[in-house]
């Protein structure tokens, strides 16, 4: 079956830098989402991708999705304290009504 | 535009009681509907999702249940609580394609004690 792969599992940046986490895939997989999980709070869809090395931008997120489809990745440009919570991806192989859930990565920025 | 509402918010149960989550969507038709549960600091698990009336998957064995008696009302059932039940249950919806993007609701932070 599939296995998704979340890493980091915990991330400690310092306001205004950088912060990127990856999922990866044991197989190819049709599409993937991303969500995040503000502290007490429910999983917000951010954004899906399915075509193969898809690079989408929501102002300083950055979504790529690789060439294979086995893996992708979120970049955070300059981190703001608004960006803590949990970002969790959500790979989809392609057939089923649900999806699977990664392990998420924990963001927490210092100020 | 689409609304999710999960009720109560909280709720404390010994161990051993009967319990009750309900679930609604608003503004959607036929939307698949899916339970997770949480637990402190972990990561989602799918419990059960349906992908229309009186269609039911399970997940994961336990001594939870689910029903949709409704095309929009999704219902989280258990006869007795068990102290492991404790966590934060979340609703979520999806448009009846594979792999689309889900909508959750506000979610249900069960204590049992």
């Known amino acids: 079956g599939q296995q998704v792969m979340q890493i980091p599992q915990y991330q400690h940046v310092q306001e205004g830098e950088d912060f990127t986490t990856y999922c990866n895939s044991s197989?190819?997989?049709?599409?993937i989402q991303w969500y995040k999980q503000r502290p007490g709070g429910h999983p917000v869809f951010l954004i899906q991708?399915?075509?193969?090395?898809e690079v989408k931008k929501q102002k300083r997120l950055t979504f790529q999705f690789g060439e294979a489809k086995k893996n992708s990745s979120l970049h955070i440009t300059a981190t703001q304290t608004t960006d803590v919570g949990t970002y969790f991806c959500?790979?989809?192989?392609?057939?089923?009504?649900?999806?699977?859930f990664g392990t998420g990565t924990k963001l927490q920025v210092i100020p | 535009s689409q609304t999710i509402h999960q009720w109560p918010a909280t709720l404390v149960q010994p161990v051993g009681s009967p319990l009750s989550l309900e679930c609604t969507v608003e503004?959607?038709?036929?939307?698949?509907l899916y339970w997770y549960r949480q637990a402190a600091g972990r990561g989602l698990q799918l419990l059960f999702y349906?992908?229309?009336?009186?269609?039911i998957s399970s997940e994961v064995p336990q001594n939870l249940s689910a029903s949709r008696p409704q095309d929009r009302q999704f219902i989280l059932s258990s006869k007795k609580l068990l102290l492991s039940d404790s966590g934060f249950y979340l609703c979520?919806?999806?448009?009846?394609?594979?792999?689309?993007?889900?909508?959750f609701g506000p979610g249900t932070r069960l204590t049992v004690l």
């Open positions: 979520a919806w999806s448009l009846a394609q594979a792999g689309g993007a889900e909508y």
């Open positions: 197989t190819t997989l049709s599409n």
């Open positions: 991708l399915v075509k193969s090395g």
């Open positions: 959500a790979p989809n192989s392609g057939g089923y009504q649900k999806v699977t």
């Open positions: 503004g959607t038709s036929n939307p698949n």
């Open positions: 349906s992908v229309g009336i009186g269609q």
